[in-house]
Every structure is written in structure tokens, then in C-alpha cells.
């Protein structure tokens, strides 16, 4: 009789779900100490501990940098003023500008300009700008939802590298563990 691969018996289903549950095991951190747990063991347990917290606050961080964004709009927004300026120096991650308010008073922005993306030198821009500090300009028509994609590549690439570090880390585990039984088999011949 000719199986599918998209039927499975079901001793076979269990396999793959009792072999998925050992993974998560071995990945997941426990957060309790286990009253039969070696040195090593808890040594383990305690780096996958920090790889997930680590994990976490690159999330967190990833987090806070939109919701940051998103409250500098909501400040521009509640007194925007609009002019015109000039970017003297563009970079990917940060541009500066120069702009001059309605009342005839020059500003250059200290940590630049808010969404400097695709800005070269010499451009004449239009930005949106908060009326009570001026220190806090965005380019126009550009807001906090251009944040989110960056911000959650950082999360997504934090949360790969904690799982390939968890994956070295119960590889190196099983290993150990592997070597003193040997020993221990051996010394018994």
C-alpha cells in the first residue's frame, strides 16, 4: 500500500509531535529549578534564560522605537508649523537642515530631521515642525509608520540569532552530557 506525504499513520504523527516537544524542551527555558538538576544543567538553563531576556528587550526596544516616533508625530500634530528648508547634510540615518520660521528666526534642528530617507544635499524639503520646539521636525507628509518595517527587522533578527544561539546552546548541552556517559561506559569495560 502506497502512502501520500501529506498522510501520515498516526504512530508517526506522534513522532513528529513528541519530537517537536523535546525541541521546544530543549529551547524553551524553564524558569523553576528542577530539585534533580547538575551544575551544568542549571548552568544551561540559566544562559537560555538570558538569551530569551536578551531577546526580549531587543523586542521591547524594537517596540519603544515606534511608539517613540509615534508620540513625536502626535507632538508635532498638536502645534505643526510648516516651512521650508534646506538639508546641508543627508545620511541614511540622520540629515541635517536648516529652516527658518514665520517669524524670521533660523533653526538647524540638533538631532536633525525626523524620516531622512532618500534626502541628498542641497534639497529644498518641506517639513512639518512643532511650533513650541522646533527641535523636533519630520520631513512632510512622513510619519511613524515608516518606522514600523525597520524596527521590526530588528525584532525578527534579534528573536533568529536568540534561536540559533538556544539551538548552539542545547547542541553544546547535549554534547556534554553525551561525554560523561561515555566515560562513565568505558570505565565500566
Not at 556534554?176 to 566515560?183: I, S, V
Amino acid at each position: 500500500m502506497r502512502r501520500s506525504r501529506l498522510h501520515c499513520e498516526p504512530s508517526e504523527q506522534d513522532g513528529t509531535v513528541n519530537r517537536l516537544i523535546a525541541l521546544g524542551r530543549l529551547l524553551i527555558p524553564r524558569l523553576s529549578r528542577d530539585p534533580n538538576e547538575t551544575r551544568s544543567q542549571r548552568v544551561f538553563r540559566r544562559i537560555r534564560i538570558g538569551i530569551v531576556l536578551l531577546a526580549c528587550l531587543v523586542t521591547l526596544q524594537s517596540v519603544l522605537l515606534v511608539f517613540g516616533a509615534w508620540r513625536n508625530d502626535r507632538q508635532i500634530e498638536r502645534h505643526m508649523g510648516v516651512a521650508e528648508a534646506n538639508v546641508l547634510d543627508a545620511g541614511p540615518r540622520r540629515s541635517t537642515i536648516e529652516f527658518v520660521t514665520p517669524d524670521r528666526v533660523t533653526y538647524r534642528p540638533e538631532l536633525g530631521v525626523l524620516y531622512p530617507s532618500e534626502l541628498e544635499n542641497g534639497m529644498r524639503i518641506y517639513i512639518e515642525y512643532d511650533t513650541n520646539n522646533p527641535d523636533l521636525v519630520r520631513v512632510q507628509d512622513r510619519d511613524a509608520s515608516l518606522a514600523i518595517i525597520p524596527a521590526g527587522s530588528i525584532a525578527v533578527v534579534g528573536w533568529l540569532i536568540a534561536g540559533a544561539a538556544l539551538l548552539g546552546v542545547a547542541l553544546c548541552e547535549k554534547r556534554l552530557t553525551r561525554q560523561p556517559a561515555k566515560a562513565t561506559a568505558a570505565h565500566q569495560d
